[in-house]
């Protein structure tokens, strides 16, 4: 059973960065496809970024060159790095992990604002 736990969210000024990071407890971590999905009130959930075992990686055409994703097999921990954020990019972030089904953390709220 895979838990996720994600952190770093928060209020951020237009232009300013955050990263997010997203911890799995779960052995095997490097075999698991990553990634990140956000949901803004009122719109569906939207796939943000993915990493896979193999270290590949995709992006939403709205933050590639702002956004990137990473992961630290050893620390079993996926990270967002987000930058030249902007208004549209709140919303709440949900990390997820994928092998055979699709495990989700809680979410952790972005909010870009001035």
């Known amino acids: 059973q895979v838990q996720l736990v994600e952190s770093g969210g928060g209020l951020v000024q237009p232009g300013g960065s955050l990263r997010l990071s997203c911890a799995a407890s779960?052995?095997?971590?490097?075999?698991?496809?990553m990634g990140w999905y956000r949901q803004a009130p009122g719109k569906q959930r939207d796939l943000v970024a993915a990493?896979?075992?193999?270290?590949?990686?995709n992006y939403a055409d709205s933050v590639k060159g702002r956004f990137t994703i990473s992961r630290d097999n050893a620390k079993n921990t996926v990270y967002l790095q987000m930058n030249s954020l902007k208004p549209d990019d709140t919303a709440v972030y949900y990390c997820?992990?994928?092998?055979?089904?699709?495990?989700w953390g809680q979410g952790t709220q972005v909010t870009v604002s001035s």
């Open positions: 779960v052995s095997s971590f490097s075999i698991y496809s």
């Open positions: 997820y992990a994928r092998r055979f089904s699709t495990t």
């Open positions: 990493i896979t075992s193999g270290g590949s990686t």
